[in-house]
Nanobody
């Protein structure tokens, strides 16, 4: 599976961004997608995940109510709509695919099998 993330950039606090992740190589609707971020100097942090069919989503506590994950299986693309951004959201955002969701919970970055290259999100105060 090849993943290509895009949509990052510089935004002021309170603003919004939408990230996209386009996948290739396997039937997109058969696997879970997730977004994981890594703030500067910190460990990776789970952001959100969505099931293959799109009927189940899960969010990290720090983004609940502000971020929305979605997917369009016809376009092989997952999205992360980020609203009410704060400087604490500054990070490299990675999209990832979980093809074998049997061993780790969806909020564990270790469980994701394929990763995109990451896209930088910087929120200024």
């Amino acid at each position: 599976v090849q993943l290509q993330a895009s949509g990052g950039g510089l935004v002021q606090a309170g603003g919004s961004l939408r990230l996209s992740c386009t996948a290739a190589g396997r039937t997109f609707s058969t696997y879970r997608m997730g977004w994981i971020r890594q703030p500067p100097g910190k460990d990776r942090e789970f952001v959100a995940s969505i099931s293959g069919s799109g009927d189940r989503t899960y969010y990290g506590d720090s983004v609940k109510g502000r971020f929305t994950i979605s997917r369009d299986n016809a376009k092989n693309t997952a999205y992360l709509q980020m609203n009410s951004l704060s400087p604490e959201d500054t990070a490299i955002y990675y999209c990832a695919a979980d093809l074998y969701p049997y061993y780790y919970t969806e909020d564990n970055p270790v469980g994701y099998d394929y990763w995109g290259q990451g896209t930088q999100v910087t929120v200024s105060s």
